[in-house]
């Protein structure tokens, strides 16, 4: 069948659906008919337009899997590349935490050391209260920070992700479970109404399916 006669066919078929109202047995077997030929029509279109689907859909593959090909290398080369890039940015970035510890910790030594040089000139002086709240008062060294040493390149730039991983099932708290609803679905199909799931309730429904037109 055309394409365009089989569009022409299935237009008509809503009209003809709305047309049918069952108020008697009669009006029943017209709805169950109309339902047949909406059956008869989809084989038609599944005919006529499958073809040209499969055919679309394997140029479709052709074109990705030649696409992936070509861009393969590339996938590569940024496999091996990245890794080291960031390698190098967590080194440097360790190696200037460090240092900033050292010299925070040289700093806050350097001002124990003048604190105490000032408390001992104020108790030399008489002051020995004075040098006593000199010595009480808890140390602030000034701060300090170590510039970055790894040079910036434009368009490139590191980008923090957080991840998890879980490490003790039985300890996640109920917000962050999620129902396993293709298991649930599998026992009650097999089971059917004689399946029983706690917080789990199983009922029925009933659709219109269309088979074979009888000879």
């Not at 365009?4 to 066919?9: D, F, H, L, M, N």
């Not at 002051?127 to 300090?144: D, G, S, T």
């Not at 040079?151 to 039985?170: C, E, L, T």
């Amino acid at each position: 069948m055309e394409q365009q006669e089989i569009t022409e066919r299935a237009l008509t078929v809503p009209d003809q659906a709305r047309a049918v109202e069952i108020r008697s047995n009669e009006d029943y077997v017209k709805a169950g008919e109309i339902l047949l030929v909406i059956k008869d029509l989809r084989k038609q279109i599944d005919e006529t337009f499958d073809p040209i689907i499969k055919k679309a859909h394997e140029a479709h593959k052709e074109a990705v899997a030649q696409k992936k090909k070509v861009d393969a290398p590339l996938v590569e080369a940024e496999g091996i590349i990245k890794p080291r890039i960031a390698a190098w940015n967590a080194e440097q970035e360790r190696i200037r935490l460090e240092e900033e510890a050292r010299l925070r910790e040289q700093a806050r030594k350097e001002e124990e050391e003048r604190r105490l040089q000032e408390a001992i000139l104020a108790e030399q002086n008489g002051q020995k209260e004075e040098a006593e709240e000199i010595m009480a008062a808890p140390v602030q060294p000034p701060p300090v920070v170590v510039p970055k040493t790894v040079p910036k390149v434009s368009g490139v730039s590191m980008v923090k992700q957080w991840k998890f991983r879980i490490v003790n099932p039985a300890l996640i708290p109920r917000e962050y479970m999620v129902p396993d609803e293709t298991k649930i679905g599998g026992v009650v199909r097999a089971l059917k109404d004689q399946a029983h799931i706690p917080g789990v309730e199983v009922f029925s429904v009933e659709s219109v399916s269309a088979g074979r037109r009888a000879a």
